[in-house]
């Protein structure tokens, strides 16, 4: 019963070098989305996507990059990090409509 | 725009004592609200939800909130509150007709002191 899992747990990265963050989740949830958590201002969506080869902008999608081939998986791209890209990253899931989300555990990503 | 607002950033409670935490939110449509409790270093954990009917429902660990459309509040309680309590929480806001995205507060820290 593995549910959302996101994978590496913590990255450090130098400026202008780029990653991918893995998503995976094994309850078949059309949903998947991207949020990255920093102090005092809650949780903000990046880029999220309501099925396969179905992706949209967030709130703050700049910088970032996603792709949605499978149902299972929703990888996060930085093409090109920069400090304000330190943030701790949540990837979430959900069946379509109105269902409440499912986190992994998250990304601690700095950049230096 | 949608918003959510978590007056709070931090509360110190004692271990036994009731505890509420507010969350008022600006929709133009109708909303339906969950809470999120996050330990250290762990991913968000559903704790309640409300869409619709009665107003006050009841979530897990004890937890309850009520939904107050007039006041377009939907605050978190607790009677007694217990020290592995001790965490972040946050309100969240969702509605059909803004795709179902869901709008997070920027939280709060719940301290419990023995």
């Known amino acids: 019963n593995a549910g959302v899992t996101q994978t590496p747990k913590f990255q450090v990265l130098k400026t202008g070098q780029s990653m991918t963050l893995q998503c995976a989740q094994d309850?078949?949830?059309?949903?998947m989305s991207w949020y990255r958590q920093d102090p005092g201002m809650g949780l903000r969506l990046i880029h999220y996507s309501v099925g396969a080869g179905i992706t949209d902008q967030g709130e703050v999608p700049n910088g970032y990059n996603v792709s949605r081939s499978t149902t299972e998986d929703f990888p996060l791209r930085l093409l090109s990090a920069a400090p304000s890209q330190t943030s701790v990253y949540f990837c979430?899931?959900?069946?379509?409509?109105?269902?409440?989300?499912?986190f992994g555990n998250g990304t601690r990503l700095t950049v230096t | 725009a949608q918003s959510v607002t978590q007056p709070d950033i931090h509360i110190t409670v004692s271990e036994g004592a009731s505890l509420e935490l507010r969350c008022n939110y600006s929709?133009?449509?109708?909303?339906?609200l969950f809470w999120y409790v996050q330990s250290p270093g762990q991913g968000l954990q559903l704790l309640l939800k409300y869409f619709s009917g009665d107003t006050l429902v009841q979530g897990i660990k004890g937890f309850e909130a009520e939904f107050k459309r007039s006041q377009s509040s939907f605050n978190l309680r607790k009677p007694s509150v217990h020290w592995s309590d001790a965490a972040e929480y946050f309100c969240a806001v969702g509605a059909r007709e803004y795709g179902n995205k869901l709008v997070f507060g920027a939280g709060t820290i719940l301290r419990v002191k023995s």
């Open positions: 929709y133009g449509a109708t909303p339906y």
């Open positions: 979430a899931s959900r069946r379509q409509g109105n269902s409440p989300l499912h």
């Open positions: 309850m078949n949830h059309e949903y």
